[in-house]
């Protein structure tokens, strides 16, 4: 016999690779099928939500008004310099979620996440925009308007909504969070990175 014998060698994972190949195996389809019986609930519950919520806050008038500080201009600044780039920015934020989607003098439809389309109006002779919600919006018909004003050396950001839709109530108790703090933050930033650039 030959003294020389082939081994065959049969490599094996790990007992816990194993183990967690086995585990995988076992989650993975009660995944799945959690995930399907989620996209069926989601729309059944979000439906539900709705109807509760319109129940709860009855269609009709709402009225609101927030005013955000931006940013101080400068000892040497001229007002105009300073205001002109925030009306850009705030041009180019027109509404919620419409990032890319610059507001014009001709009017730009701008969708939002979940509400629906806007049309965004610009208006260059007192630096505002005013956003028009149209029939497959959510909240319709409700309008916004913003403007960037100048008081006391400081730039503010004017947000008024009026109109007379769904929600009303819950449309006031999240302007301010929503206008004041989401949709003006990007504009704050880029105030305070021109100032800091011209500082340098």
């Given at each position: ?127 505002s925009i005013t956003n028009q919600t149209q029939p497959d919006h959510m909240l319709h018909d409700g309008k916004v308007v913003r403007k960037v004003v100048l008081r006391d050396g400081k730039i503010y950001l004017q947000t008024v909504g009026t109109g007379n839709g ?35």
């Amino acid at each position: 016999m030959n003294p020389l014998r082939l081994v065959r060698v049969v490599r094996r994972p790990p007992q816990s690779t194993r183990g967690l190949h086995t585990t995988s195996r076992a989650i993975l389809p009660a995944l799945k099928s959690l995930a399907v019986r989620a996209s069926i609930a989601a729309p059944v519950v979000g439906a539900a939500g709705y109807f509760v919520a319109k129940k709860l806050d009855p269609p009709g008038p709402h009225d609101y008004s927030v005013e955000t500080e931006i940013g101080s201009v400068g000892h040497h600044e001229k007002p105009e310099l300073a205001m002109d780039p925030v009306y850009k920015d705030l041009k180019d934020h027109a509404a919620p979620g419409g990032r890319g989607q610059t507001s014009t003098e001709e009017g730009t439809l701008v969708k939002v996440p979940i509400l629906g389309n806007v049309k965004s109006t610009a208006n260059p002779a007192d630096r505002s925009i005013t956003n028009q919600t149209q029939p497959d919006h959510m909240l319709h018909d409700g309008k916004v308007v913003r403007k960037v004003v100048l008081r006391d050396g400081k730039i503010y950001l004017q947000t008024v909504g009026t109109g007379n839709g769904a929600f009303p109530r819950l449309n006031e108790f999240f302007a301010k969070p929503l206008w004041n703090w989401y949709m003006a933050r990007d504009l704050k930033k880029k105030f305070e990175k021109r100032h800091e650039l011209d500082q340098e």
